[in-house]
């Protein structure tokens, strides 16, 4: 199997800065991608930024210049710096990896626990 770990979340002030981690391990050949999604309740979850192969990086149109992803591939683990935080940006953050694992001919997608994020005065 696979695990996506988060950590990072928290409370901060408008503003302010978090750094969200997330690593991935368990039975990996490949990682395609890996990225962030956001959601608040009674909403769908939400692309925030993805990387994927080749060093490609999307953004939605809120976070850009604000967030940065990034990624570690010999830790198969990604970050999210998120700086100018605002309360908008208040949400449970997730980890998504597109992975192929060893002994299976498809990737598939794999979630994180989420970590929540307030920002707040």
């Known amino acids: 199997q696979v695990q996506l770990v988060e950590s990072g979340g928290g409370l901060v002030q408008p503003g302010g800065s978090l750094r969200l981690s997330c690593a991935a391990s368990?039975?990996?050949?490949?990682?395609?991608?890996m990225g962030w999604y956001s959601q608040v309740p009674g909403k769908q979850r939400e692309l925030v930024a993805t990387?994927?192969?080749?060093?490609?990086?999307d953004y939605t149109d809120s976070v850009k210049g604000r967030f940065t992803i990034s990624r570690d591939s010999t830790k198969n683990t990604v970050y999210l710096q998120m700086n100018s935080l605002k309360p908008d940006d208040t949400a449970v953050y997730y980890c998504?990896?597109?992975?192929?694992?060893?002994?299976?001919?498809?990737?598939?997608?794999?979630w994180g626990q989420g970590t929540q994020v307030t920002v707040s005065s």
């Open positions: 998504n990896a597109r992975i192929k694992r060893i002994g299976v001919d498809h990737p598939d997608d794999f």
């Open positions: 368990g039975s990996i050949f490949i990682i395609y991608a």
């Open positions: 990387s994927s192969s080749g060093s490609r990086v």
